[in-house]
Every structure is written in structure tokens, then in C-alpha cells.
């Protein structure tokens, strides 16, 4: 990937921290910041996070203060929401007056490393292979690891037990892409909805767009392949054939969530952060893998936020950063991680296991993380918003009618590399 002068980084990253706004992995968290502070003599290091819900007196902020206090340092937290995040990660770079410790979200990651602002993780000897190698690669660019995951989360379905029951469907029979459909076919058969999911032309669309264009076996970097294609004709096929709403073209991850609650739907595609509402419905709930094409589970694309360290001009103060960042991430200081966070999943075998024994109802999530990937990978870096706009515009023509899905995708790809300038 080429370097460029700071002047045009500033407008890349200006560019891009807009693209990565709408990176909705998960719920977004309230507006606004809040600091945290805890004694110590051993000096002040700060950290900034997205997570505004979160205040000092949380367990998340008791917990940073006990990984600076382990450290022997002060802790001074600050926590924007995720778009303030960005935009103040840019500015204190370019100003020469970053944070210690910035926890971003994975798809930024590369926009910073790109730009220099960023620490690789082997300057200052931080070890990456306990991490599942899956996730570290959201973090990866040009060979190099420049943040470690404190979790992750991502998408499954999500079902109504009562309607499938009610259709004589089982949850096991789901195995790959004909099942699922006849699994639909039978709730509709049942006077039932069979699916929602989000296709917003937003980043939330192609999020949830991306296990099935994954689960074809479609790449990233040729968006009009015909694995593609049937991705998305699958899509199209379901609001043909009524299985899916009309809806669906507008609705945000949120909003889809919503219509499941009615207890109308058989089937949403929606994340790990709707744990907790989903054992709270008026209904019975499960989970089952989103399928691949031809069977087995297709990768879904991983959410959560990555530890980074941006560049110091004091290179001594990474001593204190490494032993910060080893406390966070620890196999017990994941799982409580996840469980704060109702429910990230650990990014280590180790994490994993200690979490399932804790809440073995977390199986088919963990099952989830090990199989996901990470949307910036395959050293995408900063062009995956380019490629990810292009691939939600192409979802929304084609699910609106307004062009064939194969049309739709030689648009999209068009529209695709003329972004990245290939």
C-alpha cells in the first residue's frame, strides 16, 4: 500500500473516519465523554475509549483503573462515542499529542496504522499468537499486527422456537443455504414471516451482507464474481418470494431487531450484543449459525474493538503501555471484558474456554468468533469503506429492483475500483 505526504493522509483520514462512523458492529453507545482517574505515584497515563454508557463508577472504568494501578500508574480515561473517537484519534495525531492507549473500532484500525499514527505491536514486543489468528487480522496491514482484540462479536440467527415448532421445523436441520430456505418456505406455508435482516444502505447493510457473500465464497476484491452474485441473488429471492419484507431495504440492525421482538418473525440475522433482550423476549429463543452456501458455517464478519498504542515521542513510556495491555488481556480479563459488555467473546482459546465455562449458553457464539473475519482483512485496510459502499449500493439496487443482482454487482465493482484507484 503506498504512503502519502501528511497533507493527503489528513484528507484520507478525514475521508475515512466519516466512512467508519457508521461501523455498527454493535448497539451504539450513548453520546458524550467521561473521565476516570485512580492514585498512584508511578505518573499518568491516559486511554481513550468508545464506550460513553460506561462511567467511573462502572465496573469497566474499575477495571482500567486496576490494570494502571498493576502497572504502577495513574489512569486517565476519556470515552467518546465511536465517531468522536475517530475524529479526536486524527486530530491528537496530527498534533503530536496522542494517547497512551486508544481502544478503536477494528475497521479503523488500518486507517490509523496507514497514516503512522500507530505502534505495531512487535516494537515493543507485545506477543500476538496466543490471539485467534481470525481477529488479530482486522488489525493486520502491510505484514504488520498494530492492535490485539479485547473481544469480539457478530452475527447468527436468531429464532422463534415457538413458530418453528409451530411449522414443524428443526433448528437442526439448518445446515446450508436450500435448508434455510425450505426451513422459510414451511413458516410461510404456517401463516408466518420466515426472516428479517438489515440491507440498509449503510455499513450495517454489508455487514450483515457479508456472511452470505462470504458464504458463497466471494472476495472482497471482486464484488461481481459469480459466487457473488448468488449471494445476492439469494436475497433478492427471498423478498421475490415473500420470505423476506420489503422492509429489509431500510432496516437498520436495530429496526430489524425490533420486528423480531414482535414475535412475529421465525428468523433474524442479528449479533451477540442482543443476548440479554433475546432471553428476555416474550418468547422462546435460539441461535443457530448463519450457513454457507453448500454447508457448514460462512464466515461472518467480526465486530468489536481493538487495543492500540499510538506513536510516542517517548518511546520509554511503552514499558508501562506493555504491562497496561497484558493485565486487559489476560484469560480472566477477557471473559470479564465479555461479560461487562454483555457478552463480547475472548479473542483467545484460552478466553474461550474460561467464558463457556461461566455461561456454556455462549457456545454457538464462540462457535461464531472462531469461524468470523475480520472485514479489513486481506490487507484491505483503507480501502475496505470504499469497497463496502460500492457493495451496499449494489445490495440496495438490487433488492429495490432497480437492477439485476448480476447488473447490480458489475456496478458495484466498477464503482469499487475506480475508489481504490485499481
Request: charged share 20%.
Amino acid at each position: 500500500m503506498n504512503r502519502s505526504s501528511m497533507s493527503t493522509r489528513t484528507a484520507v483520514l478525514a475521508t475515512a473516519a466519516l466512512a467508519l462512523s457508521a461501523l455498527t458492529a454493535c448497539a451504539s453507545a450513548p453520546q458524550g465523554a467521561s473521565g476516570t482517574a485512580s492514585a498512584s505515584a508511578g505518573g499518568s497515563y491516559t486511554w481513550w475509549d468508545p464506550y460513553p454508557q460506561h462511567d467511573a463508577s462502572s465496573a469497566w472504568a474499575k477495571r482500567v483503573d486496576a490494570c494502571g494501578r498493576q502497572a504502577g500508574v495513574t489512569i486517565q480515561r476519556t470515552a467518546y462515542d465511536t465517531t468522536a473517537l475517530t475524529n479526536q484519534a486524527l486530530l491528537a495525531g496530527q498534533e503530536g499529542n496522542a494517547p497512551d492507549v486508544i481502544l478503536l473500532d477494528n475497521p479503523a484500525v488500518s486507517t490509523l496504522a496507514d497514516a503512522g499514527m500507530l505502534s505495531a505491536m512487535s516494537d515493543f514486543g507485545l506477543e500476538v499468537n496466543r490471539f485467534d489468528k481470525n481477529l488479530v487480522a482486522a488489525g493486520e496491514l502491510d505484514g504488520k499486527t498494530y492492535g490485539i482484540p479485547i473481544g469480539a462479536n457478530t452475527l447468527a440467527l436468531y429464532y422463534n422456537k415457538k413458530i418453528l415448532d409451530d411449522a414443524g421445523v428443526d433448528p437442526a436441520s439448518i445446515k446450508d443455504w436450500a435448508s434455510l430456505t425450505t426451513a422459510m418456505k414451511k413458516v410461510k406455508a404456517a401463516g408466518k414471516k420466515p426472516i428479517t435482516f438489515a440491507a440498509i444502505g449503510t455499513e450495517e447493510g454489508s455487514f450483515q451482507f457479508l456472511p452470505w457473500f462470504w458464504g458463497a465464497g466471494a472476495q472482497l476484491t471482486q464484488l461481481d464474481s459469480p459466487q457473488a452474485v448468488e449471494a445476492l441473488t439469494l436475497w433478492s429471492s427471498w423478498l421475490k418470494d415473500g420470505l423476506a419484507p420489503n422492509s429489509v431495504i431500510s432496516n437498520s440492525q436495530n429496526t430489524t431487531w425490533e420486528e423480531f421482538l414482535t414475535g412475529e418473525f421465525a428468523f433474524a440475522e442479528n449479533g451477540t450484543w442482543q443476548i440479554n433482550s433475546a432471553a428476555g423476549a416474550d418468547f422462546p429463543t435460539g441461535v443457530v449459525q448463519i450457513p454457507a452456501k453448500d454447508g457448514g458455517v460462512a464466515p461472518t464478519p467480526t465486530g468489536g474493538e481493538f487495543i492500540t498504542v499510538p506513536v510516542q515521542k517517548d518511546t520509554g513510556r511503552y514499558d508501562v503501555t506493555k504491562k497496561v495491555l497484558e493485565c486487559m488481556t489476560t484469560p480472566e480479563g477477557l471473559v470479564e471484558t465479555g461479560t461487562t459488555f454483555a457478552y463480547y467473546i475472548p479473542s483467545t482459546a484460552d478466553g474461550q474456554q474460561a467464558i463457556l465455562a461461566k455461561e456454556p449458553s455462549l457456545k454457538p457464539w464462540v462457535e461464531a468468533v472462531r469461524s468470523a473475519k475480520g472485514r479489513t482483512s486481506d490487507n484491505l485496510g483503507t480501502d475496505y469503506p470504499k469497497i463496502s459502499e460500492a457493495l451496499w449500493t449494489g445490495v440496495q439496487k438490487a433488492l429495490s429492483g432497480a437492477a439485476s443482482p448480476a447488473d447490480a454487482l458489475k456496478q458495484a465493482q466498477a464503482q469499487a475500483k475506480q475508489a481504490v484507484g485499481d
